[in-house]
């Protein structure tokens, strides 16, 4: 029962958070595309933290303001990017397509052997040129997964940030009309004169 409820309150509490960063987001100062951008780089970028080490935050800020998007929405997009696993679930494909992109026979290296980590340990140097290689793989596979995914999630956020920017407006005008009805005086009844 326990379990359970404790289950329901990580649910409710992850649901939260997204509601949260979405405010955030919607009240990022910018425009549709000034948003949309700052969050597809901030999406796209946290697919590539753990293959850089998190050596890609040394250039996030510039990368951000270069490209023209805002970055409370780029760092909003960096935190959904984190709360969706993304990054550690499309590690496995994400390989793959890099052996496609840079094939183990063009580099004269085969792939990362376990032993290879147990080289550095004894002094052989020649074995971090292997783990590089292997690593290349990961990061050429996740950056097209970040590729696609910001370009993807920048349409998608620019249509949801579109739509709550006409909600917003629609309840303001409907507030403000029911303001102009309820500031107009009611009718003032006249009595007709009683005939005695």
Known sequence: MNTQKRKTNLWV?????????????LRAPGGA??????????????????????LIY????????????????????????KLTFLPIILMPLAKQIGSWILPAHSMGQGPVHES?????FRGNWSAVSELLLGGLDILAGMSVFGVILGV???????????????????RRLEKRRQADIASVSPPVLIRKPSQS
């Open 13 to 25: 509490r992850l649901t939260r958070v997204m509601k949260l960063n979405f405010l955030k987001l």
């Open 152 to 170: 993807i999630s920048y349409f998608v956020v620019k249509f949801f940030y579109v739509r709550a920017l006409n909600r917003r407006y629609e």
């Open 33 to 54: 595309h000034k948003v949309s951008t700052g969050f597809a780089i901030g999406f796209g970028l946290e697919l590539i933290v753990i293959s850089t080490a998190s």
């Open 116 to 120: 290879a980590f147990m080289e550095l």
């Open 58 to 81: 040394l250039v996030f800020y510039p990368i951000v303001r270069l490209s023209g998007g805002s970055v409370p929405a780029a760092i909003v997009g960096n935190v959904i990017g």
